[in-house]
């Protein structure tokens, strides 16, 4: 029982270097990620090489970190073994020519993983289930639908596409916050600076002039005693703030919401955040649709695709009332949150019976829409990003020269 059990233990798929001749007698050699030494002599066997050496590749240091697999990681891959399908290639032999690609080794390691289950008889979904971190409910349940409906390298494209869409929309919003955020972190810092080396500096200065110092000036420098004796203490209490709240935004849900309803009612912000949003819902429904998933079923799973935890309430709201039996465009009009340009498509799509394609054209809509309205926020935002950068220093510098200024008056 112990050895049956032991057996059945999953192995973790290394790199080993071999050498051997080929069925003329030539000398060859190369690299082979597998789990065993007896799993490369049995794939070089087949390949009708005779092995003649194999040893696990040397690693150093560097190369046992572990990298992180992103998301788009997982949507290049979908999109890879959607090609290769299309191809006619075998699911077991795709899947061992893009985890053998791909440069990520963690990566390697899950896509091999993955491909020994599927060699083992086990269904591809079933197989993507068992790394949920990486393949959630929706890439799982569409995976399965094509492989019950025998079309599993069609819905392979349209997981492929989503992914891609969706990768796209979030790059896309990544570029409207990162750039306000990192000038805003950059201003703190030389504001920092200057507080605790530059304004000392200019307080020495001051010490001799034997003039009542401006209240401008004074207030600064006064700022600038504080941080220069409390910055131990307000270092701390930044990471202690961060800490608490990435350790609460985990655990509240309220606070979640809290700040994504904040952030749909901010004046420009806000607009983003609705129209990708919406445009999530409408790519993530039409994929769900178009694979036959059933419609209370798929909203289930576009509830959690939306990105937002004010849409996601909704959708779920929509989700029971669908199931009740009302249509989708009657459900989604009394949330109250989905303008009337998407209702008035959603409720031609079930007319027509073309409710994937109208979504699809929905999406395309507002994906165009975020990519404008980032266009349209970063021009905003430089200008008035340089205005607070320049009032912020240039008071700094008024308040540190007023007193030299003054200083000509004195000696007069």
């Known amino acids: 029982m112990a050895k049956a059990s032991a057996a059945t233990i999953e192995q973790k798929p290394q790199i080993f270097v071999w050498e051997g001749t080929d069925r003329k007698g030539k000398r060859v050699r190369g690299e082979t990620r597998t789990a065993s030494v007896t799993m490369v002599k049995a794939e070089l066997r087949r390949q009708g090489i005779t092995p003649l050496k194999v040893r696990k590749k040397a690693t150093s240091l560097f190369s046992n970190r572990k990298q992180k697999i992103t998301p788009k990681d997982i949507a290049v891959f979908a999109r890879q073994l959607a090609t290769m399908m299309e191809a006619g290639v075998p699911l077991v032999q795709a899947l061992d020519i893009v985890a053998r690609g791909h440069n990520n080794p963690s990566m390697q390691d899950m896509l091999l993983t993955i491909k020994n289950n599927v060699e083992g008889g086990a269904s591809l979904h079933d197989s993507l289930r068992k790394h949920p971190l990486y393949f959630d409910d929706l890439f799982c349940n569409l995976v399965e639908a094509g492989e019950q409906a025998g079309v599993l390298e069609t819905l392979l494209d349209k997981i492929a596409t989503y992914k891609e869409k969706t990768e796209s929309l979030k790059g896309k919003i990544k570029k409207a916050l990162f750039y306000p955020i990192a000038v805003i972190v950059l201003a703190i810092v030389i504001t920092a600076v200057i507080m605790i080396f530059v304004i000392p500096q200019f307080k020495s200065l001051f010490e001799g002039f034997g003039a009542d110092l401006p209240a401008f000036t004074k207030m600064v420098v006064a700022m600038s005693d504080f941080v220069v004796a409390w910055w131990w203490a307000i270092l701390l209490g930044v990471a202690a703030l961060s800490m608490f709240i990435g350790f609460t935004w985990k655990r509240s849900p309220k606070l979640r919401e809290s700040v994504d309803r904040l952030l749909l009612k901010l004046p420009i912000i806000g607009n ?102 980032v266009d349209s926020l970063s021009s905003l935002l430089e200008p008035m990003i340089m205005a607070v950068l320049g009032t912020l220093i240039g008071g700094l510098v008024i308040a540190m020269y007023l007193p030299i200024f003054q200083m000509g008056s004195v000696v007069g």
């Open 272 to 373: 983003i955040m609705h129209k990708a949003a919406l445009a999530r819902f409408c790519r993530t429904t039409a994929t769900m649709f178009a694979a036959g998933v059933p419609l209370v079923e798929a909203l289930s799973s576009v509830a959690g695709a939306t990105g937002n935890t004010v849409y996601e309430k909704r959708v779920l709201a929509m989700r029971d009332d669908v199931a009740t039996g009302q249509s989708l465009q009657l459900a989604m009009k009394q949330q109250g949150i989905f303008p009337h340009m998407l209702i008035q498509m959603v409720a031609i799509g079930e007319e027509s019976g073309a409710l994937d394609d109208m979504l699809s054209k929905v999406a395309d809509f507002y994906e165009e829409e975020v990519d404008n309205a």
